[in-house]
């Protein structure tokens, strides 16, 4: 096979550099091979959403796909042409809703008029809760020029899973650079709160508890609601929060865990998002690394403000100049790091 040879245990040598090595490998029309998978866990391999991602990725290019069993530590993937349609995956477990669509956001970009199904877990540890995917990190996405739109129709918690989600995405021909070299006010602050399976005042108190660290803030929205059998399965909930400014979007979430206080849960949210708002940030540490690709792929460089370039950023980083040949430049400013990436001219 000539192509890439991806070493999965590269940096923070986790899930991320599975999916979007096949992420990659499928809009440059790139085959890889992949070893070394998630080789720093304490289950090393592939586990069942990364072969999920895999999957659904190859249906969106026709991919020719060796060795992506659920445990395996190498495989290779092959891509076709990338194309729409409708694209239906089952994790099977609690796994990721949110990271799958994380793997096939680039190609149904670049294909068009795509859905994505997912089912799995919408809400559950190690992974943005759905929320924050649809207003943090497609709200930014969307100030580059990608459009989706997400339906909820279950929502999936640890260790159940069973949540549904559908994507739908319009095609982007042309990213743009996302500019954020320095942030201007809070315009508003608000948030989601969510719990099924679980006492009626989990979500009133989780939705208190965060807008009394606020209290300095008058715009404060948090949307609260119990969810009924017929809109979750299993026991669980989270609240998300994110900071609107004119140029950008800050998130910061918290799931609510057996033993663990609702007003513990709310503040914990409150107190990152308040973190990430205080360092004078532009992106929060999480969206700093999910957005790499997309500037990446832009027409000209784009520039933030993160107050920590993450082990996640750094591997992304890694992995797109592999595959892209785009370069990065972090420096410090103050306790703040300022990055730049500038894409390859392909013009």
Known sequence: MSGLEIDGSHGE???????????????????????NVRAKRAKPGLAAQHATAIRAVARLCDARVEGAEVGSGAFTFTPGPLHGGKI???VGTAGSVTLVLQACLPAAFQAGDTELEVRGGTDVPWS??????????????????????????????????????????????????????????IVRIAGRAHASNLPEDVTDRMKS??????????????????????????????????AETPE????????????????????????????EIESRATLDVHASDQVLAY?????????????????????????????????????????????????????
Do not use: C, N
């Open 248 to 275: 950008t979007i800050l998130g910061a979430s918290a799931l609510a865990e057996k033993g663990k206080r609702a007003e513990k849960v709310g503040e914990q949210a409150a107190t990152s998002l308040l973190k």
């Open 295 to 347: 500037a990446a792929m832009a027409a000209s460089p784009s520039e933030f403000l993160v107050r920590e370039v993450t082990e996640h950023a750094r591997t992304m980083m890694w992995l797109l100049g592999s595959f892209l040949g785009t370069q990065f430049h972090a420096s410090s400013e103050g306790g703040i790091s300022r990055v730049r990436v500038t894409p390859v001219d392909r013009s």
């Open 13 to 35: 040598g986790g899930g991320q550099i599975v999916r979007m090595a096949v992420a990659l490998s499928a809009i440059t029309s790139t085959p890889v091979r992949v070893m």
């Open 128 to 185: 943005p809760p759905l929320d924050y995917f649809g207003h943090v990190f497609l709200g930014l996405l969307q100030k580059m020029g990608g459009r989706a739109e997400v339906e909820v129709a279950m929502r999936g918690y640890y260790p159940r899973g069973g949540g549904l989600v559908r994507v739908r995405v319009e095609r982007t021909s042309r990213w743009r650079p996302l500019l954020l070299p320095g942030r201007g006010g």
């Open 209 to 242: 508890a965060a807008i009394r660290q606020f209290a300095k803030y008058t715009s404060v929205r948090i949307h609260s609601e119990t969810l009924g059998p017929d809109r979750a399965v299993g026991p669980g909930g989270a609240i998300v929060l994110w």
């Open 88 to 90: 239906a995956v089952d």
